[in-house]
């Protein structure tokens, strides 16, 4: 049996042959539209947790400087 050219194809065959689609990039827009919302409210969640966490972190300091003061003037007295 003599080996010829298969002729199949399969996806990856087919992705350098899109060149520019209308119809790729109006799918593609109408993705980053339908997402922008969820992806700009889960960044702005991100920031919020991480400006909370900065806060906590300070106040925690704070006590537990205030703590180690208040042990120290104990046991000094």
Same mark, same amino acid.
């Given at each position: 049996?003599? #080996? =010829?050219?298969? =002729?199949t194809t399969s996806i990856d #065959?087919? =992705?350098? #042959?899109?060149g #520019?689609?209308?119809t790729?990039?109006?799918?593609?827009?109408?993705?980053?539209e339908l997402?922008?919302?969820s992806v700009e409210q889960l960044d702005d969640h991100v920031r919020l947790t991480l400006i909370s966490q900065k806060e906590l972190r300070q106040q925690i300091e704070s006590l537990s400087e205030g703590t180690s003061e208040?042990?120290?003037s104990?046991?000094?007295?």
């Amino acid at each position: 049996m003599e #080996d =010829t050219a298969s =002729t199949t194809t399969s996806i990856d #065959d087919k =992705t350098d #042959d899109c060149g #520019d689609s209308p119809t790729r990039d109006a799918l593609a827009e109408g993705l980053m539209e339908l997402l922008r919302p969820s992806v700009e409210q889960l960044d702005d969640h991100v920031r919020l947790t991480l400006i909370s966490q900065k806060e906590l972190r300070q106040q925690i300091e704070s006590l537990s400087e205030g703590t180690s003061e208040s042990i120290a003037s104990e046991y000094s007295s």
